[in-house]
């Protein structure tokens, strides 16, 4: 068993075996997609609920695809903050859902903790598509995989997350993964982005609010959205300022190291934390992420419903 | 006469008992003598009286009936939560014999119709003495100013807008200046909502690590420096409600230094937890202030040592379970805690040295009952037969079918606390009686 649990809900919890082997199988589906059949039949009459209680394209998207090519059955059920008034609480919903009997739940909410909490009530899986500003495993994992795909074995490998890692769950998924598989994490961005205090998340994860000594010898730029409309004028002072303070432009780029990498989990605000022309550039793998995205969520639904590493060696190849 | 625990004497004895007054706890067994709701003597050994019933206190420690100054009995608006009569009956069963009712009711305890109707609420479930504290402004919306000479007439013994702060700070200069003349504090809750808004847990590495906007320790710091200086200067009696940071208490003891005449509380969640107790996300430690950190702790422990803070007062805020059941940035902030006041201190501040047991109780009952000069917290000759029997050693789990409050939003759920309220009288007559683990 590579994953001895019912959820997934950060990579705080997962050790680095149960990273490296989700990967793995991550690994071995992404070879799937380049067949002209891209599903496989593994998950087939099994039930998967994408709850949705957040606006999410892409994510929403990548699990829906995930699902769809092992061949699950779907139901997605979004809302937004404000049909959820007091009065329906998150457990009158989880309780509906199992008494519909589902195998696995994907959530993602506003609240840092949603998941966990489903995760008590709840006797099916879930997996965490991000809760809050708490985490996001299946990014973190799927950064992960992207790194490892360029760089091997990330230990003594330099990344420097550049944006409002306070307010991030990107961040704090790739600073759990990434320091259990050995990696040096620098994170980057103003003060009030970037709070002293993350510093204390693990011996090797250092803040260092200036652009320019944080990617100095750096492996990996992972560029975090910065959310316009959270805290613009008090966080920072406009997008022309955190442009020119934290914008990873051309010339930042041309002063990494030469087989350093950009990455992206999107969507872009252009100009203002990327430049296009970096967006757009050589040294950036933000389709890469997109395709591991799938792969990897094929990964942990298919580990999570107990499916055998060992049969899938013949099926997926 | 036999004494008799259904049927309580107008007279009696209680003997075999250590009696604790006035921060000390008599080193030779003592008694206590009752007659008609009235202490007739008290003081070491055991007198024969003919004809009065003893009861037996087995020796245990007796001590003044407890005083809580900081209580949210949610009636009128919020009876889903507590009421007067359901509050009444968890203040028994934690040794209290009088509470502090907050006003942030709805509608809110802003006229004198309204002290009337609380005061007239706790007599008829007649377990505990209840004085409320009025609304600084009607409504508590921040604007203007309550009747205050008109609510003091009816029984009000302080003002305060808890839950919230006073925003505006001239209606707080004129609150405390007003108040004063009246011989009553403005009580302050603290917080300086333009640096902790929107936060829902305290701001350092937990809320950093768990992905919760944080409420720094500046926010509460500066609203006391705040008032303690707008109470320097308007001269009234400012009392600070639930203090939490290392910073406060030290604002605190400079200013009572300096002569201001300033009062302040601490919570027992205050001075036992830290904000790591958030980690797991659940609601039952969301509370406002905030659970700080270790250092903050031991300054809130401290100052009640030394004098800094007056007294313990719970901010007993019951809760729902539907809205404990809310994800943590969406709950309500509060916690229950009358019934656990007593063995969270044991448990937290005599076990650990910061007090001995005579102290503690001081800070549950002389202390609080000075702070805002009510006719209680004291065990004198002639006055109230007030009083509670304590077990210093008890060990107990505090579980949610236990408790006595209709809300069971304890931080302490599935904790083994030392220290147990095992009866409570108030006038003379039992108010509670404990029989946790007792077969009868």
Same mark, same amino acid.
């Given at each position: 068993?590579?994953?001895?649990?019912?959820?997934?809900?950060?990579?705080?919890?997962?050790?680095?075996?149960?990273?490296?082997?989700?990967?793995?199988?991550?690994?071995?589906?992404?070879?799937?997609?380049?067949?002209?059949?891209?599903?496989?039949?593994?998950?087939?009459?099994?039930?998967?609920?994408?709850?949705?209680?957040?606006?999410?394209?892409?994510?929403?998207?990548?699990?829906?695809?995930?699902?769809?090519?092992?061949?699950?059955?779907?139901?997605?059920?979004?809302?937004?903050?404000?049909?959820?008034?007091?009065?329906?609480?998150?457990?009158?919903?989880?309780?509906?859902?199992?008494?519909?009997?589902?195998?696995?739940?994907?959530?993602?909410?506003?609240?840092?903790?949603?998941?966990?909490?489903?995760?008590?009530?709840?006797?099916?899986?879930?997996?965490?598509?991000?809760?809050?500003?708490?985490?996001?495993?299946?990014?973190?994992?799927?950064?992960?995989?992207?790194?490892?795909?360029?760089?091997?074995?990330?230990?003594?490998?330099?990344?420097?997350?550049?944006?409002?890692?306070?307010?991030?769950?990107?961040?704090?998924?790739?600073?759990?993964?990434?320091?259990?598989?050995?990696?040096?994490?620098?994170?980057?961005?103003?003060?009030?982005?970037?709070?002293?205090?993350?510093?204390?998340?693990?011996?090797?994860?250092?803040?260092?609010?200036?652009?320019?000594?944080?990617?100095?010898?750096?492996?990996?730029?992972?560029?975090?959205?910065?959310?316009?409309?959270?805290?613009?004028?008090?966080?920072?002072?406009?997008?022309?300022?955190?442009?020119?303070?934290?914008?990873?432009?051309?010339?930042?780029?041309?002063?990494?190291?030469?087989?350093?990498?950009?990455?992206?989990?999107?969507?872009?605000?252009?100009?203002?934390?990327?430049?296009?022309?970096?967006?757009?550039?050589?040294?950036?793998?933000?389709?890469?992420?997109?395709?591991?995205?799938?792969?990897?969520?094929?990964?942990?639904?298919?580990?999570?419903?107990?499916?055998?590493?060992?049969?899938?060696?013949?099926?997926?190849? | 006469?036999?004494?008799?625990?259904?049927?309580?004497?107008?007279?009696?004895?209680?003997?075999?008992?250590?009696?604790?007054?006035?921060?000390?706890?008599?080193?030779?067994?003592?008694?206590?003598?009752?007659?008609?709701?009235?202490?007739?003597?008290?003081?070491?050994?055991?007198?024969?009286?003919?004809?009065?019933?003893?009861?037996?206190?087995?020796?245990?420690?007796?001590?003044?009936?407890?005083?809580?100054?900081?209580?949210?009995?949610?009636?009128?608006?919020?009876?889903?939560?507590?009421?007067?009569?359901?509050?009444?009956?968890?203040?028994?069963?934690?040794?209290?014999?009088?509470?502090?009712?907050?006003?942030?009711?709805?509608?809110?305890?802003?006229?004198?119709?309204?002290?009337?109707?609380?005061?007239?609420?706790?007599?008829?479930?007649?377990?505990?003495?209840?004085?409320?504290?009025?609304?600084?402004?009607?409504?508590?919306?921040?604007?203007?100013?309550?009747?205050?000479?008109?609510?003091?007439?009816?029984?009000?013994?302080?003002?305060?807008?808890?839950? &919230?702060?006073?925003?505006?700070? &001239?209606?707080?200069?004129?609150?405390?200046?007003?108040?004063?003349?009246?011989?009553?504090?403005?009580?302050?809750?603290?917080?300086?909502?333009?640096?902790?808004?929107?936060?829902?847990?305290?701001?350092?590495?937990?809320?950093?690590?768990?992905?919760?906007?944080?409420?720094?320790?500046?926010?509460?710091?500066?609203?006391?420096?705040?008032?303690?200086?707008?109470?320097?200067?308007?001269?009234?009696?400012?009392?600070?409600?639930?203090? &939490?940071?290392?910073?406060?208490?030290?604002?605190?003891?400079?200013?009572?230094?300096?002569?201001?005449?300033?009062?302040?509380?601490?919570?027992?969640?205050?001075?036992?937890?830290?904000?790591?107790?958030?980690?797991?996300?659940?609601?039952?430690?969301?509370?406002?202030?905030?659970?700080?950190?270790?250092?903050?702790?031991?300054?809130?422990?401290?100052?009640?040592?030394?004098?800094?803070?007056?007294?313990?007062?719970?901010?007993?805020?019951?809760?729902?379970?539907?809205?404990?059941?809310?994800?943590?940035?969406?709950?309500?902030?509060?916690?229950?805690?009358?019934?656990?006041?007593?063995?969270?201190?044991?448990?937290?501040?005599?076990?650990?040295?910061?007090?001995?047991?005579?102290?503690?109780?001081?800070?549950?009952?002389?202390?609080?009952?000075?702070?805002?000069?009510?006719?209680?917290?004291?065990?004198?000759?002639?006055?109230?037969?007030?009083?509670?029997?304590?077990?210093?050693?008890?060990?107990?789990?505090?579980?949610?079918?236990?408790?006595?409050?209709? &809300?069971?939003?304890?931080?302490?759920?599935?904790?083994?606390?030392?220290?147990?309220?095992?009866?409570?009288?108030?006038?003379?007559?039992?108010?509670?009686?404990?029989?946790?683990?007792?077969?009868?």
């Amino acid at each position: 068993m590579i994953l001895q649990r019912k959820d997934v809900l950060g990579l705080e919890d997962l050790s680095a075996e149960e990273i490296l082997g989700t990967l793995d199988i991550a690994g071995r589906f992404r070879a799937v997609f380049d067949r002209p059949v891209r599903s496989v039949p593994i998950m087939r009459g099994r039930t998967v609920v994408n709850f949705f209680h957040e606006p999410s394209t892409r994510t929403r998207i990548s699990f829906e695809l995930a699902e769809k090519r092992l061949s699950a059955d779907i139901v997605n059920f979004s809302t937004v903050d404000s049909s959820f008034k007091k009065g329906e609480t998150l457990r009158d919903t989880a309780e509906n859902l199992a008494a519909m009997k589902i195998d696995m739940l994907v959530i993602r909410h506003s609240s840092s903790g949603a998941a966990r909490y489903l995760a008590e009530v709840l006797k099916c899986s879930v997996i965490n598509a991000g809760d809050g500003a708490h985490e996001h495993p299946t990014q973190g994992l799927l950064d992960i995989m992207t790194m490892r795909q360029r760089l091997g074995d990330l230990r003594g490998r330099k990344v420097t997350i550049i944006g409002d890692i306070a307010h991030s769950r990107v961040a704090r998924s790739n600073i759990w993964g990434l320091t259990k598989l050995g990696a040096e994490v620098t994170l980057c961005g103003p003060p009030t982005m970037v709070p002293g205090a993350l510093a204390k998340l693990g011996e090797h994860v250092k803040v260092e609010h200036d652009l320019k000594r944080a990617v100095a010898d750096a492996d990996v730029l992972n560029v975090l959205r910065i959310q316009l409309e959270r805290g613009a004028g008090k966080a920072f002072p406009g997008n022309r300022e955190y442009h020119r303070m934290y914008g990873i432009t051309g010339d930042v780029v041309r002063g990494l190291k030469p087989e350093a990498f950009i990455m992206h989990p999107g969507p872009m605000n252009r100009d203002v934390e990327i430049a296009s022309e970096v967006a757009d550039g050589p040294r950036q793998v933000i389709l890469d992420q997109v395709a591991n995205g799938v792969a990897v969520r094929m990964a942990l639904i298919y580990l999570l419903s107990g499916g055998d590493p060992g049969a899938l060696a013949g099926g997926a190849q | 006469m036999e004494w008799s625990w259904e049927r309580i004497p107008a007279e009696y004895l209680v003997t075999d008992v250590f009696v604790c007054r006035q921060g000390k706890v008599g080193k030779r067994k003592g008694f206590l003598h009752v007659k008609r709701g009235r202490v007739e003597g008290l003081g070491v050994g055991a007198p024969t009286l003919e004809g009065v019933p003893v009861l037996d206190g087995g020796g245990l420690v007796l001590a003044p009936g407890f005083v809580d100054l900081h209580v949210h009995f949610r009636e009128p608006g919020g009876e889903e939560k507590e009421t007067v009569a359901s509050g009444s009956r968890a203040a028994a069963a934690g040794g209290f014999t009088s509470v502090v009712t907050m006003p942030n009711t709805d509608p809110a305890i802003d006229n004198a119709g309204m002290v009337r109707y609380l005061i007239q609420r706790g007599n008829e479930a007649g377990l505990v003495r209840v004085f409320p504290t009025g609304a600084v402004s009607p409504g508590r919306r921040g604007e203007g100013m309550c009747e205050f000479g008109a609510m003091v007439e009816a029984g009000a013994v302080g003002f305060t807008d808890d839950g &919230s702060p006073v925003r505006d700070g &001239s209606l707080m200069s004129g609150a405390l200046k007003y108040a004063g003349h009246l011989g009553v504090p403005v009580i302050t809750h603290a917080e300086d909502t333009t640096i902790t808004g929107g936060g829902c847990m305290h701001a350092g590495y937990w809320s950093a690590r768990l992905g919760l906007a944080g409420m720094p320790r500046a926010g509460e710091d500066a609203a006391v420096f705040r008032d303690i200086e707008l109470a320097r200067a308007a001269g009234g009696h400012l009392h600070v409600a639930h203090v &939490s940071t290392k910073g406060a208490v030290e604002i605190i003891r400079r200013a009572k230094a300096e002569g201001v005449r300033v009062t302040a509380e601490a919570t027992p969640h205050h001075f036992s937890l830290d904000h790591a107790r958030c980690r797991d996300f659940s609601p039952l430690f969301k509370m406002s202030p905030p659970l700080r950190e270790p250092d903050d702790v031991n300054a809130v422990a401290e100052g009640l040592a030394d004098g800094t803070i007056d007294c313990i007062a719970t901010d007993h805020a019951p809760h729902t379970a539907t809205e404990k059941e809310y994800q943590f940035d969406q709950a309500p902030f509060g916690v229950v805690g009358l019934e656990t006041a007593f063995a969270v201190g044991v448990t937290y501040l005599v076990r650990t040295g910061v007090l001995d047991l005579g102290g503690l109780v001081a800070c549950l009952a002389e202390r609080p009952a000075r702070v805002l000069n009510l006719p209680a917290g004291g065990l004198d000759e002639g006055g109230e037969a007030d009083f509670v029997l304590l077990d210093p050693e008890q060990e107990w789990t505090v579980q949610a079918a236990d408790l006595r409050s209709r &809300s069971r939003n304890s931080a302490y759920l599935g904790e083994t606390l030392r220290g147990r309220v095992k009866a409570t009288f108030l006038r003379g007559r039992l108010t509670w009686r404990d029989r946790l683990g007792v077969q009868e």
